[in-house]
């Protein structure tokens, strides 16, 4: 059995094109989640960057900081944990299944 390692390295830059261009496109897919009743909506990008953050007018309570900031950060973990889930089974698709883990290809997951 013949080992061709130039094979192997085009293969593996091929497959890291794939990936920076679906990282790109990633950028344009959002997600929205919602934490206290949708009292708190946050949505983020595949890239898992915070694209918008609203805040219903009842809960900004100035005696009540401290629930709104737990709402806040609850939302956002939320939304990072599913946008974390999108990027992977986007790139899942894109690798038919198989995440390489290799040293040098960030994969940003």
Known sequence: MNFDLQTVMQKVQEMQAKMETLQKELADKQITTEVGGGMVT???????????LSIEKDMVNPDDVEMLEDLIVAGVNKAMAEAKK??????????????????????GL
């Open 86 to 107: 999108m990027a992977k089974e986007e790139m899942g698709k894109a690798t038919g299944g198989m995440l390489p883990d290799i040293p040098g290809l960030n994969l």
């Open 42 to 52: 946050v949505t983020v990008n595949g890239n898992q960057e915070i694209v918008k």
